[in-house]
């Protein structure tokens, strides 16, 4: 049932005072996100979501909208993302994922086309680029009619800018533009004894008021790198699911001024096979819509995951059970029946039977060597599939080895310093993503710095990191690869020493050693980085990346200690970190 089940994302309009209170204790999914969503927004707009909507006065959305309305739009990203990181962490693997409206930047991202820094980036992007339009003076109003009658009603005020900007289902039509028209159709629509009402919105969206902003929206996006999408993503807007040739950015910029069809992409889901409708985020807005929708379809499930009104945790676990009940949940515990571990096994598993043997050889030597008695029980070849190897690895060697409790612990200092979570919580068997929401390309830079700590070889060419969920699945690759190099590792220091040497002689062969190194980890076109460009301000790396790629830098070049005073923000270009890197370098050669 995995397939079959498509989650909505919400847009404006999506919150209540207290949302994620009850639940924010009991999961590490909502810090998570949260963490990522904070720092951007301290950067961005001077202060954290968190400090606001986590408050104990608990906001509501009309305050927020008065009070905090650039807040308001991180909060309802970061709502909708965590209540989805909540539900991915159970196991829930959708067939699609489709936002409404702004709902699109968590959907892209809960989707795997950005990490969730990234998505908050793109919403401060795009509030920077409405916010630089000044006040357009405009509304929007939903009506409780079909499109027909809308459209009639709009042609009677005559006002090119006023438009049909989307259909959320056949007897609700949205209509946005300039405020004192969008005022006059909602007392039109009362005398008719029409439902119309004018809605919580910043902007009058998916209308012409805002093609001031569309190509603003999207020159900021170019610098924000995006991925291939993990999880399917439809549209909305452009009626269609995202495919690998789209420009992210340009889409989303597109947005603002085309209209939403939610209903006929809710029925083309439907046609495509989905069953079950999952709200990823606060209230049943969306629901409810593909439930009227639908309505007379029986083969169809409809979850709501946070209710105010009937409580937060019995929201949730409702939504679980539903979900658990109707097949759609990955059981991890069940890992070794899945489909896609017999694949796996079948391409993988004599390999992981070879390792455990060499390993086992190994432990029986060092054991023998240091007098140990044997265990009573023998120790066979596995006849079935086993889902995690977990050994303790040390070499008969002369020199001292590493340990896996070794390398568990310096793991775990690296990734609480790196991710800024509490040390404990990286235990050895803690899904890094599943559970802690540290998404892929987090781990992939985090894998590149354990290489360079330990001196590791070059990755196989099937190395695939999502075969390492785990910091005890990485402390054992560390263990066998670190065990294969040509000198024996014994500490995080030694192991730097194997760091690959320097090859630079002069600052421009330096220059372009380092931009090969900044255009790789970050997935960026090597021409991007000239001297002058600025990495923040003008190609959006932020602080935390460039400490992160500084750090790698440092031990690549094996640099001295940084200076008391030393502030990354000193060196805010290209130019500026390969000067200070070529001075401090203790030698050239």
Not at 236 to 256: F, K, N, T, V
Not at 258 to 283: C, T, W, Y
Request: glycine share 6%.
């Amino acid at each position: 049932m995995n397939g079959k089940v498509a989650v909505l994302f919400p847009g404006q309009g999506a919150f209540y005072g207290g949302a994620l209170h009850d639940l924010a204790p009991d999961h590490a999914e909502i810090k998570s996100v949260f963490a990522d969503v904070d720092k951007v927004a301290r950067h961005r707009l001077g202060r954290s979501v968190s400090e606001v909507i986590f408050s104990p006065r608990r906001p509501d959305i009309k305050e927020l909208l008065r009070d905090h309305p650039d807040v308001l739009q991180l909060a309802l990203y970061g709502v909708a993302v965590a209540a989805y990181r909540m539900l991915e962490a159970k196991g829930l693997q959708p067939g699609v994922l489709m936002g409404h409206s702004f709902g699109e930047i968590a959907a892209l991202v809960c989707g795997g086309a950005y990490s969730v820094r990234q998505g908050a980036e793109i919403v401060c992007h795009r509030i920077a680029a409405l916010n630089r339009l000044g006040d357009v003076d405009g509304a929007m109003l939903a009506l409780g009619t079909d499109r027909e009658q809308a459209e009639q009603l709009v042609a009677v005020v005559r006002n090119a800018q006023t438009v049909i900007s989307g259909e959320n289902h056949t007897r609700q039509i949205l209509v946005s533009g300039p405020k004192q028209v969008v005022t006059v159709l909602h007392e039109m629509a009362k005398t008719l004894k029409l439902s119309a009402v004018i809605l919580n919105s910043p902007y009058p969206f998916h209308s012409p008021l805002l093609q001031g902003a569309v190509a603003d929206f999207a020159g900021r996006l170019r610098a924000i790198p995006q991925s291939s999408l993990k999880v399917p993503v439809y549209s909305p807007i452009m009626g269609r699911y995202y495919d690998a040739e789209d420009d992210l950015g340009e889409c989303l910029a597109e947005h603002l001024v085309m209209p939403i069809n939610f209903a006929p992409a809710i029925r083309q889901l439907h046609m495509d096979g989905m069953k079950l409708f999952v709200e990823s985020g606060a209230l049943d807005t969306l629901v409810k819509l593909a439930r009227n929708i639908l309505a007379g379809k029986e083969d169809v499930t409809m979850i709501t995951t946070l209710d105010p009104v009937v409580g937060e945790r019995a929201t949730l676990e409702n939504a679980l059970k539903m979900l658990q009940d109707r097949g759609a949940m990955f059981q991890a515990g069940d890992v070794t029946g899945s489909p896609m571990f017999q694949e796996f096994w079948s391409s993988h598993g004599q390999s992981i039977i070879n390792y455990i043997r060499l390993e086992l050889e190994a432990f029986t030597l060092h054991r023998e060597s240091v007098g140990a008695e044997p265990a009573a029980a023998a120790v066979t070849e596995p006849e079935a599939p086993v889902a995690r190897v977990a050994s303790v690895v040390e070499a008969p060697q002369q020199a001292p080895a590493l340990t896996r409790e070794q390398v568990l612990s310096d793991l775990s200092d690296l990734y609480a310093t790196a991710l800024e979570y509490p040390r404990e919580v990286f235990a050895a068997d803690v899904a890094l993503e599943a559970e802690l929401g540290v998404d892929s390309v987090k781990q992939t830079e985090l894998m590149a710095r354990v290489s360079d700590q330990y001196g590791l070889p070059p990755h196989p060419a099937d190395f695939r990191l999502s075969n390492y969920p785990t910091l005890g699945h990485i402390a054992d690759f560390v263990l066998q690869h670190a065990l294969g190099a040509p000198t024996q590792v014994a500490t995080a220091a030694s192991a730097a020493s194997l760091a690959p040497a320097m090859t630079a002689t002069t600052r421009a062969q330096l220059f372009q050693e380092m931009v090969s190194f900044y255009a790789e980890a970050l997935e960026y076109p090597v021409e991007v980085f000239t001297e002058e460009v600025a990495l923040e301000a003008e190609l959006g790396i932020d602080s935390v990346k460039q400490t992160e790629l500084m750090a790698r830098v440092s031990d690549k070049y094996t640099l001295p200690p940084h200076p008391a005073d030393f502030r990354l923000s000193n060196y805010p270009t290209m130019g500026a970190i390969v000067d200070f890197v070529f001075a401090t370098m203790p030698a050239r050669h």
